[in-house]
């Protein structure tokens, strides 16, 4: 026959049980052309990415593909700034995450690479989240913005780098950037973009309509923790207090004077309570 501890200890099981499994391991989100292997020649530009163009025909930056020191092949992504021009010169290149749900945990990774930056501000990839209305006004509301990356200084090979956050509350529209200026120049590589739940909240087990006792002149906790205990005499008057940490609470009769008295010792989990007699 199960006795009634058994009983919510299966009950607290079955709950854990039903919270875990509809957690998301992992899911995979989309970036169209994530290794930047479609390059349009036509209008030299990626699919499924919008980059900026130097109207200057190149003097200042080129975004482009290359196929020569890709990571991974065909091409990868390669943002330069021209040698000679204006340290204010910038660029930046952006594309859609689809896929990706709000309140999630997401894993933003990838494979860069380095050539004479000159700062870590010089180059960035960035996490724009945002809501947006799917149908007339379309109103576009911005929740959170991400600096996922930033730069190593000078000159590195192709190194792995992977950054974990949260999406925002009733985010939809999210938005990857990648932003390069002042000098020198970047190559991206194999970006991939993963989420998962946030850990589930398990509700917490509560006992109604029974008393926890202070017997024998003590109480014990399944581990230090912080707590006060309050002496009083019958007239409710505090008689002795006293806190600290501990993982056992003792009370000495000897500092009391002949009568009863009530004790109560509080953690921030439980109240123990009782009568004590005290006598000299």
Not at 50 to 59: C, E, L, M, R
Not at 108 to 131: F, G, H, R, W
Not at 162 to 180: P, R, V
Request: a positive charge.
């Amino acid at each position: 026959m199960y006795s009634v501890k058994l009983f919510q200890k299966t009950l607290s099981a079955l709950a854990a049980t039903c919270l875990f499994s509809s957690v998301v391991l992992a899911a995979d989100a989309t970036v169209e052309n994530a290794s930047f292997s479609t390059f349009i020649a036509a209008t030299d530009s990626f699919a499924s990415w919008n980059a900026d163009k130097d109207s200057t025909g190149g003097t200042r930056f080129t975004i482009m593909q290359d196929t020569t020191g890709a990571y991974s092949a065909p091409g990868c992504l390669k943002m330069a700034i021209t040698p000679g021009a204006d340290t204010s010169t910038k660029c930046a290149i952006s594309a859609s995450i689809t896929g990706l749900p709000a309140n999630k945990i997401v894993t933003i990774s990838a494979m860069v690479k380095c050539e004479n930056i000159p700062s870590y501000s010089s180059t960035s990839i960035d996490l724009m989240q945002a809501t947006q209305l799917q149908v007339a006004p379309w109103t576009w509301t911005f929740r959170k913005w991400n600096a996922l990356w930033w730069a190593q200084l000078g000159t590195t090979g192709w190194t792995p780098i992977s950054k974990t956050d949260t999406t925002a509350d009733s985010a939809n529209s999210f938005t990857l950037t990648i932003s390069h200026s002042n000098a020198g120049t970047l190559w991206i590589d194999d970006i991939t973009v993963t989420y998962t739940d946030l850990a589930p909240v398990l509700p917490r087990a509560t006992v109604q309509n029974r008393q926890t006792t202070f017997r024998n002149d003590r109480v014990s906790f399944s581990r230090p923790m912080a707590y006060s205990m309050k002496v009083c005499g019958v007239n409710g008057k505090v008689l002795l207090q006293k806190s600290g940490t501990a993982a056992e609470v003792n009370l000495n009769r000897l500092d009391l004077t002949s009568g009863a008295y009530m004790v109560s010792v509080k953690t921030a989990e439980k109240t123990f309570s009782g009568r004590v007699m005290a006598g000299k």
